[in-house]
Nanobody, 121 residues
Framework: QVQLAESGGGLVQAGGSLRLSCAAS????????MGWYRQTPGKDRELVAY???????KYADSVKGRFTISKDNDKNTVYLQMDSLEPEDTAIYYC???????????????WGQGTQVYVSS
């Protein structure tokens, strides 16, 4: 069984900052990537940023230069530093874990329950 502990959402004024964190634990052989996605009512879930453990980082164009994703390998934790927040960043943010359960099998996805970010104008 795998658990994702998300934290850091909340209410902030436009131009402010928030830091999200997501810690993975449980039956994880190794992690391929962790990242953050977001969703607003009536829209599909979209990528915000992800980091491949031992590999590159990827950001949505809309957050480049404002958000920074980082990781702590020892803690199986990923962080999302969100600066210069805009009302358009208001959404539920979901942590994604892509991990291996065993040798020789494909990596699988696991999602957190989400944390609300609300940016007021």
């Amino acid at each position: 069984q795998v658990q994702l502990a998300e934290s850091g959402g909340g209410l902030v004024q436009a131009g402010g900052s928030l830091r999200l964190s997501c810690a993975a634990s449980g039956s994880i052989l190794s992690i391929y990537s962790m990242g953050w996605y977001r969703q607003t009512p009536g829209k599909d879930r979209e990528l915000v940023a992800y980091v491949v453990f031992g590999g590159p980082k990827k950001y949505a164009d809309s957050v480049k230069g404002r958000f920074t994703i980082s990781k702590d390998n020892d803690k199986n934790t990923v962080y999302l530093q969100m600066d210069s927040l805009e009302p358009e960043d208001t959404a539920i943010y979901y942590c994604n874990l892509n991990y291996y359960t065993d040798y020789g099998v494909d990596a699988v996805d696991f999602w957190g329950q989400g944390t609300q970010v609300y940016v007021s104008s």
